[in-house]
């Protein structure tokens, strides 16, 4: 089964695909790192109040693929971001227990999982980003009224 399912995987991956893919595992080091360099930045410098910032454990290392806060009013700060010329994404919008896969759990209530989703914003991290793009970032979002 694993050399099947190993073929069929392969089997997807034209010569572009491939030739892109071993550039940028050539780089996964380095670009792990910016990712961790800006949430650090993140971290340390957004400052708002009313925006909740991730928690990492010690002895955590996270690549950073998304960089999610948590605002109560998040369509306003999302506007606000917006505005300020500042893309982000909600990239989970329907909590699980109300997607049509789990239909017999429509009608169930988990508070604090709709909550969240209600609440979460993924703010832009990427390794091409500029130091003055993440300033840019966090100075808007610490503006944010």
Known sequence: ???VLFRSVISRLDELQAALL???LARI????QRRRDIADR??????HPRITLPVVGEKNEPVWHVFVVRASARDALQAHLKAAGID????YPIPP???QAYREWNQLSFPITEAIHREVLSLP???AMSDAEAAAVIAACNRWQ
């Not at 080091?29 to 792990?32: T, V």
């Not at 993140?42 to 400052?47: C, D």
């Open 29 to 32: 080091d380095a670009d792990n």
């Open 1 to 3: 089964f694993r050399r």
């Open 42 to 47: 993140y971290l340390r410098e957004i400052k």
């Open 97 to 99: 227990h109300q997607q």
């Open 88 to 91: 982000t994404l909600i990239h």
């Open 125 to 127: 991290i990427s390794p």
């Open 22 to 24: 071993r550039v940028k």
